[in-house]
């Protein structure tokens, strides 16, 4: 289960076998595997193996998150905490 909640990522880490985005701001969603749009109009997907996630492209109507539009990030994980490897344009 990935849990997210909005605005600006501060941090990624891992607890119990859940890995947590911590955002600055109020909306949270929450996301059980695959892929889907969240209610803070980030679009999630984690890799089969459970290391690596890519947070995607915000809606139109959504905060940036502290990425430009159609910008995507990916964040690996290594051990119990992630971090984020690469921003893509």
Known sequence: ???LSAFA???LTM???VASAHFVGE???TLRGGSTDLSAG???SMDASGTRVVVGE????APSFG???GELSVWVRS???WSLEQRLG
């Open 1 to 3: 289960m990935l849990r």
């Open 9 to 11: 990522i501060l941090s």
């Open 15 to 17: 607890s119990a076998g």
């Open 27 to 29: 909306e949270e969603a």
């Open 42 to 44: 980030e679009s999630v």
């Open 58 to 61: 915000p809606r139109a109507d």
């Open 67 to 69: 990425l430009a539009r």
């Open 79 to 81: 051990g119990r905490s």
